[in-house]
């Protein structure tokens, strides 16, 4: 019984020193980020073209 649980605790500790998935999790936290943050920035970008596309349709009737 207490081979059982020596191999068991032996088994957990490696597991627990075990980094190999921590980067994955790192990686896919600043790739979140960059995606919430281009997503925030689009939205004010495409406000600005729009008013632009707006201005210059506006400008083309007044000119006709």
């Known amino acids: 019984m207490n081979s059982l649980f020596l191999i068991s605790f032996e088994r957990f500790q490696k597991l627990m020193d075990n980094e190999e998935g921590?980067?994955?999790v790192e990686y896919a936290l600043v790739v979140a980020l960059i995606a919430l943050g281009a997503t925030a920035s689009m939205q004010s970008l495409a406000q600005a073209i729009s008013s632009a596309f707006a201005s210059i349709s506006?400008?083309?009737a007044n000119a006709l």
């Open 22 to 24: 921590q980067d994955l």
């Open 58 to 60: 506006t400008a083309f």
